[in-house]
């Protein structure tokens, strides 16, 4: 049976004929195009996906500010899907609250409240916590109001938002992304701020650099959740290709008969973790775990311990958990972002820096245009009114012989030689501005506007003088990641080998640092001179408050002296720190730092050192690194020009890196330095003639000695 139906001939044009299928395949050809280039792939330029560059354009449009009160989160993202984003809210706030998460590499959210802090873990509701921008997070819309970018309408056409962030800062480099769509999918992995921001000043001073320079600056991935990456194999591949893949191993350490779990690789959960070995423990895949225990808190972050039953040993079930469990994996990295028509395509390192400056580049373009116009109709108008100036009479002459604003208007244009915009301001200034003291402020004004429109028009036209404009602000704002909190935690281990199932029972397979290598108190490692690597752990430490940790990872096997550091100018000293000494940093202030090389990441040959202890100003520099035991006994003798003390280093706390430290030394009046500091395994004991400086109350010291001595000389 047929059916047949009638369409009135008015209504023929309404009709779409078109087969289902037809219909169905560009359905779904349309909407992949609208997954791919308006949901989950990240732009090649700022860095961020739809959804999370709205979320920061509202929360800059709200003034969620550093420094200003936050906002509860629902009303954010409310504000977001109802302005901007027509899709679910939850989504939304997942987004936000991996942005405020604690392992992400740079924070771009200020979260308050429950946030994410290990990989894994679940935000409190969003009516429980609030959010405002980070410092960093400022960084990316603070030129939105200087015009910088383009703004296009909303879904809806009642709102316009920018079509990317003037981002000051690589966020795609430094944050990484993971996103699928249909056909495509992007896997990012983040790097430390540092080295993305210094890759970027070299690659703008020098377009063609070699890969081999590029390496250099960015030798590795460095996630905020630390991990270690295991050999070299794929690293520069990735680096010069944006396709490669490489091991990833978390940090499992051994205690007694403990396994700890302190680092996941990324996007690894903790409770995948765990619900792995307990599966791998009921199969019997792993029948030496007599006990898990999942201690992780927010105070101390993450840990697992794994604890081996009698007659196993805790090696053997850390070669297991590497070897079955996800705490070694690969990391496959594919960097697909969308170019300026919104298409995805693969891209390099190299290509993505070059993306993001000339981002910025057409950033400083476009807001010195902005200037330009304002400064331009500026200049006009104060010609205009200093030409007024000339002869103030004439113009109230004309303007109170007119009987019409017209009149007025056609009078000063004929007499002045203005024009009609000129002219109006003129009409509609205060009478106050006609005085002689406003013709001194509007030579000043006219004087600086030239010089402004002087510099902008060069800025506009001239290439080579936006990039100098790019360099000094990526100096600045490379200064947001000068904290500790931006040192590299992620470890290259270019010497290990990954763990694979069926490995020898005696663990994994390392190769250590050739046992010939010495490192000297001038900082050079040789083979000839100084004190054994493998012996304890390397130390240099700079005037300018820098330390640096090295294990000899890096150190090519075959012996050359090599520095300790590429960049050893002020250097202080160096040597090698036995097993459960700690380093003490002494300034020329009075401060010390007693730091436990335990809590600072370990770098290669080819680190230049993090912040070890904050100097006080101009002046203040370190004066002495001294080597210190857990026990007791220890003393430390500081000498200025007037007087001495001697600490005992018991009395002296230890502290995390980056500190200013604590004072140890009180001056006397009319002194504020150090000369020097020394240390004694056994204290120091006063001579007669230092006995006799007290009686008198004058100890001076300077160019004499302090007739002070260690208690194991006589």
Same mark, same amino acid.
């Given at each position: ?92 706030y ?15 959210i ?46 809806d056409g ?10 000051q ?113 009921e199969?019997?895949e ?42 070694e ?78 009149e ?9 030689a ?38 902008l ?34 470890v ?35 083979d ?8 304890g752990?390397?130390?240099?430490v ?48 009075? *401060? #010390?730092?007693r730091?436990?090389?335990?809590? =600072?990441?370990?770098? $290669?040959? +080819? @680190?230049? &050192?993090?912040?070890?202890i ?28 007037k007087?001495? *003390? #001697? ?6 706390? =230890?502290?995390?890196? $980056?500190? +200013? @430290?604590? &004072? ?43 007739? =002070? ?6």
């Open positions: 049976m047929t059916a047949t139906l009638d369409i009135p001939e008015q209504n023929a044009d309404l009709v779409l004929d078109q087969s289902a299928d037809d219909y169905w395949n560009h359905y779904q050809l349309t909407f992949a195009l609208y997954s791919v280039s308006d949901r989950a792939i990240p732009s090649a330029f700022d860095g961020l996906k739809p959804g999370q560059r709205r979320l920061l354009y509202q929360m800059h449009d709200s003034r969620l500010l550093p420094g200003n009160k936050p906002q509860k989160s629902s009303k954010v993202c409310s504000a977001v899907t109802g302005n901007l984003h027509p899709h679910g809210g939850a989504s939304m997942g987004a936000a609250a991996l942005m405020a998460a604690e392992f992400q590499r740079v924070k771009v200020d979260g308050q409240g429950a946030f994410p802090r290990i990989q894994g873990d679940i935000p409190a509701a969003d009516r429980y916590t609030e959010m405002r921008l980070s410092a960093p997070g400022a960084a990316l819309t603070a030129e939105l109001d200087d015009h910088a970018v383009p703004m296009v309408t909303t879904f009642e709102w316009t938002e920018p079509t990317m962030l003037p981002a800062w690589p966020v795609l480099l430094c944050n990484g992304a993971v996103g699928i769509a249909e056909g495509w999918a992007t896997k990012v992995p983040a790097h430390n701020p540092r080295e993305i921001m210094a890759a970027c000043r070299a690659l703008l001073k020098t377009p063609n650099m070699t890969d081999d320079r590029l390496v250099k600056l960015i030798p590795g991935p460095d996630w905020g959740c630390g991990a270690t990456v295991v050999g070299t194999a794929g690293l520069r591949e990735y680096i010069t290709t944006g396709r490669g893949a490489f091991t990833v191993r978390g940090t499992v350490s051994v205690d007694g008969k403990n396994c700890v779990i302190t680092e996941l690789p990324p996007g690894v959960a903790s409770n995948t973790v765990q619900e792995r070995i307990r599966a791998l423990v199969s019997g792993m029948s030496g775990v007599a006990d898990m225990s999942d201690l992780t808190d927010r105070r101390n972050g993450l840990r697992i311990v794994v604890t081996a039953k009698r007659g196993h040993s805790a090696d053997q079930i850390r070669e297991q958990l590497l070897a079955l469990t996800p705490l994996s690969t990391f496959a990295a594919s960097l697909v972002a969308l170019d300026e028509n919104r298409v995805p395509r693969w891209w390099s390192v190299r290509e993505l820096i070059s993306a993001f400056l000339h981002l910025r580049d057409s950033v400083v373009l476009h807001r010195s245009e902005y200037r330009l116009e304002k400064v331009t109709a500026r200049r006009h108008l104060v010609a205009g009114l200093m030409t007024i100036h000339l002869d103030i009479d004439a113009a109230v002459a004309v303007i109170r012989g007119s009987d019409t604003v017209d007025a208007r056609q009078g000063l244009q004929e007499r002045f203005i024009d009609a915009v000129q002219a109006d301001y003129v009409l509609a200034l205060q009478l106050r501005r006609l005085t002689k003291l406003d013709v001194i402020e509007l030579r000043a004004e006219a004087d600086k506007l030239d010089a402004e429109f002087a510099e028009t060069e800025l506009v036209t001239n290439p080579d003088a936006r990039r100098k404009v790019i360099d000094s602000e990526l100096v600045e704002t490379a200064k947001l990641f000068k904290g500790p909190e931006f040192d590299r935690r992620t290259l281990d270019a010497e290990g080998v990954p763990v694979t199932p069926g490995a020898d029972e005696d663990g994994p397979r390392e190769r250590k640092v050739n046992a010939a290598w010495r490192l000297d108190d001038r900082g050079v490692f040789s000839s001179h100084g004190e054994l690597l493998t012996s752990l390397g130390w240099a700079w005037t300018d408050g820098r330390v640096k940790f090295t294990t000899g990872n890096g150190l090519p096997y075959k012996i050359r002296d090599i520095p300790v550091a590429p960049d050893i100018t002020g250097l202080l000293c160096s040597g090698v720190l036995p097993l459960g000494y700690h380093l003490a940093l002494v300034t020329r202030r009075g *401060k #010390v730092l730091i436990d090389p335990a809590a =600072v990441n370990p770098q $290669g040959a +080819a @680190g230049n &050192g993090v912040a070890g904050k100097l006080a100003g101009d002046g203040d520099e370190v004066i002495a690194a001294l080597p210190v035991s857990c026990g007791n006994g220890e003393a430390i003798l500081s000498v200025s020009e007087a001495w *003390k #001697v600490t005992e280093v018991a009395d002296i706390p =230890v502290k995390g890196r $980056g500190g +200013a @430290g604590v &004072g140890f030394h009180p001056f006397v009046k009319g002194e504020d330095t150090l000369a020097s500091a020394s240390i004694s395994a056994t204290g120091y004991v006063r001579g007669k003639r230092a006995v006799r400086a007290e009686n008198r109350a004058k100890a001076s010291i300077k160019g004499a000695g302090t007739d =002070v001595t260690p208690a194991d000389q006589p």
